[in-house]
């Protein structure tokens, strides 16, 4: 197919007004003519500043020259060195704010679509049977994973292609972490992506308990101490959402996010056939602009609601991926910017009947360097809904640090460990990702399990 050079070959996707009614994924991807053509775009820069964008450092360029050339399992090999979850990665990571934001061919064009390039790669492999090899000997040390999400999975697999004996710890009945019971099925589906990502992870030789709570089930230190486990990572994640504070929180009909998505996505609300209950509202309110607000609000919108998005800075300040918001919008979220709720009305037996709101206007930039919303007074009005989904981030469970002497956490009660290679106050315990960072970025918490992975390693080698 002709390449123009300067324009990225368009991705498919499902039409706004079906896939507004439908959990089936928005984006189709790319077919091998589609993804050979994009990947053709790539300069093959002798110095690729493309890697240093990606929090795992991937070869991109060595990855991209094989899918150019049409050799697919190769390029999936390339890949598997530095990632454990290129399915995953290539549809959730914000490739725009990283890897692709510092593509040379963006300077005079659009930046080559190395996220979608990544997806193809990992559909093609799963399609074709395709997996990982795992390590041809082992060293003889066990180390002990806590939680199987991003940072977990990737932790694990990183060490099992070096040799350890590693055993996942989840607490939830399925492996994936937020993968599994954050990001809709519209987003990342369950059977196709995640599992069968979980499932190359096994085939390197991980072993995954499902039901042990680690806190409860067993502490740190008799997974050490009467285990036999040479050391710990602790990827358990941010599953604490955080309120407001204001009158009327507590009526039925408000959820936080984190409760809606698990509701609908590990516990499947959103299929007819199971009888998980969960609120469909016919008037929704999500508050909160980041993504997993963007997941909630589409997900409500699929269950039949008409939602809107209160933020209370403007559209700039977003957090969410620009390409989140522009699904939204395109499948009919109303957008309600510059706007911030002030209590949520109940009728006498507790349930929502509308949210007050205050509009509001940016001030001057507070520590986060966006400008600070303040409010605009007289401005108060009453939004019509019956449900309120809260997405304000979330943070740590302190079931694991209250139980781990020596083990030490900040004010938001997150773990503290070393950036580089995940060690915690505590020796032979590492940590990473959501539990150390608070909410962030799938990416950004592999980039934790390979770096603790890495110190791991370099401990027990001593």
């Given at each position: 197919m002709e390449v123009d050079v300067l324009k990225r070959v368009p991705v498919r996707e499902q039409d706004?007004?079906?896939?507004?009614?439908?959990?089936?994924?928005?984006?189709?991807?790319?077919?091998?003519?589609?993804?050979?053509?994009?990947?053709?775009?790539?300069?093959?820069?002798?110095?690729?500043?493309?890697?240093?964008?990606?929090?795992?450092?991937?070869?991109?360029?060595?990855?991209?020259?094989?899918?150019?050339?049409?050799?697919?399992?190769?390029?999936y090999h390339v890949i598997g060195k530095y990632s454990a979850l290129p399915a995953v990665c290539g549809r959730v990571c914000p490739q725009e704010s990283q890897c692709e934001a510092k593509c040379v061919r963006g300077i005079k064009g659009d930046a080559v679509s190395i996220g979608k390039l990544e997806r193809f790669v990992a559909d093609t492999a799963r399609e074709e049977g395709i997996q990982p090899a795992p390590a041809a000997t082992q060293n003889g040390k066990k180390v002990a994973v806590i939680g199987s999400g991003p940072a977990g999975l990737t932790c694990a697999g990183d060490l099992a292609k070096l040799g350890y004996d590693v055993t996942i710890f989840e607490a939830l009945h399925k492996a994936g972490g937020v993968l599994s019971y954050g990001i809709p099925e519209f987003r990342l589906p369950k059977t196709k992506v995640v599992d069968q990502e979980v499932e190359n992870v096994k085939a390197l030789g991980v072993k995954i308990e499902t039901n042990v709570v680690i806190g409860k089930a067993n502490t740190i230190d008799e997974l050490l101490n009467e285990e036999g486990f040479d050391a710990v990572f602790i990827g358990s994640g941010a599953g604490l959402p955080r309120f407001m504070?204001?009158?009327?929180?507590?009526?039925?009909?408000?959820?936080?996010?984190?409760?809606?998505?698990?509701?609908?996505?590990?516990?499947?609300?959103?299929?007819?056939?199971?009888?998980?209950?969960?609120?469909a509202g016919k008037k929704v309110a999500v508050v909160g602009g980041g993504n997993v607000a963007m997941?909630?609000?589409?997900?409500?919108?699929?269950?039949?609601?008409?939602?809107?998005?209160?933020?209370?800075?403007?559209?700039?300040?977003l957090p969410a991926r620009v390409e989140e918001v522009h699904h939204a919008k395109e499948e009919g979220i109303i957008f309600d910017l510059l706007t911030n709720p002030t209590q949520i009305f109940t009728d006498d037996d507790g349930n929502v009947t509308g949210m007050e709101c205050i509009r509001m206007e940016l001030g001057e930039p507070d520590e986060s360097g966006r400008r600070r919303p303040v409010e605009k007074a007289g401005s108060e009005f009453t939004l019509d809904v019956d449900t309120v989904i809260m997405s304000l981030g979330t943070s740590p469970n302190p079931l694991i640090s209250s139980t781990t002497e020596g083990l030490a956490v900040n004010k938001r009660k997150c773990i503290v460990a070393e950036e580089e290679n995940g060690q915690t106050s505590k020796a032979k315990v590492y940590a990473g990702g959501d539990a150390v960072t608070g909410a962030a970025t799938v990416i950004l918490a592999m980039g934790a399990g390979k770096a603790a992975a890495k110190g791991i390693h370099e401990f027990l080698s001593k």
């Open positions: 706004p007004k079906v896939r507004a009614a439908n959990f089936e994924e928005v984006c189709l991807g790319y077919d091998k003519e589609e993804a050979m053509a994009e990947a053709s775009r790539c300069l093959k820069c002798k110095n690729p500043q493309c890697v240093k964008g990606c929090p795992v450092n991937i070869d991109i360029p060595g990855f991209i020259k094989e899918v150019e050339a049409g050799d697919i399992e190769a390029a504070g204001i009158p009327g929180e507590n009526a039925n009909g408000v959820f936080s996010a984190n409760e809606y998505l698990t509701r609908s996505n590990l516990m499947k609300a959103f299929d007819d056939n199971y009888d998980t209950p969960i609120v997941d909630a609000a589409r997900t409500a919108l699929r269950l039949g609601a008409e939602v809107h998005i209160v933020y209370r800075r403007s559209e700039q300040e």
